[in-house]
Structures are given as C-alpha cells and as structure tokens.
C-alpha cells in the first residue's frame, strides 16, 4: 500500500524551483521526489511533505496543453487548506508568507466558526487557508 495521502493537490507552477523553495521555506515543506524534465530546464515531478499531507507540482509543459499556470489577475478556483495544532503557528506562518513575497488576504483572524484563520496568495498564484482551533 502507498504512503501517500489519497487526496493530494498537484499544483502547476512556474518556475518549479522557486516555488519548491518558497513551500519549503515558508510550510517547511520536506522533499520526498524530484523528477528533473528530459530538456534539463524544468522540473516535470515534484512531491513535497507539507504540514502531515502531500503536495506535488511540477512547470507548466504548454507542449502538452492539459495544465496552465494561475492567471495572476484572476480569482483563483482551488485553494490548499492547511490545518495547524495553534493559533500561533497561523500567525507565524502567514508572517513567514509575507516576508517571502505572498499576498495575505486575509491578515490572521478569530473567525466565527472557531479557529484562527488567514488566507494568502503565493507568488505563483496559488491560494492556501490556514486554519487552527482557537485556544
């Protein structure tokens, strides 16, 4: 049986490897594969360890037409949701975020359904949630 989680999101980024630092650096995220493309250039696999769940992404391939990158202007229509133990790992993580170059959405809140939440945008587009129990 597969170690991999049985819902994971695959993100179309570009460049790969920019975005794998900034997951990295702002999720602790933890490389788990890596798959270079044949020209050398980008990257055609990655699977990324993030938060006790599996992100994998790789460049945008347009020879193959089936993905494209986030269009920056446009309202994303996925999000990654994260779940955090404590408010305060939101806080730092949006903190984080920010200084590598996200867009908060939403700054670090109590919502009204009971957790400390914030949303933000990644340099590459993508939209994650962050959310843990208040308290």
């Known amino acids: 049986m597969s170690s991999r989680p049985r819902v994971a999101p695959y993100l ?38 993030i938060n006790g769940g599996a992100v994998m992404l790789s460049d945008f391939f347009p020879e193959f037409g089936q993905t494209r990158i986030p269009i920056p202007a446009d309202n994303p229509t996925v999000s990654v949701s994260l779940e955090f133990d404590s408010a305060k790992q939101v806080d730092e993580t949006c903190a984080r975020a920010s200084q590598f170059g996200a867009k908060i959405e939403t ?10 939440y914030a949303s933000l945008r990644d340099p590459f587009g993508h ?6 129990p208040l308290g």
């Open 107 to 116: 700054q670090p809140t109590n919502s009204f359904w009971g957790t400390r």
């Open 127 to 132: 939209r994650w949630i962050l959310n843990a």
């Open 12 to 49: 179309t980024v570009s460049p790969a490897a920019s975005a794998i630092a900034f997951y990295m650096g702002v999720f602790g995220a933890q490389q788990r594969a890596l798959m270079p493309s044949l020209d050398g250039l980008r990257i055609a696999h990655c699977e990324l360890s």
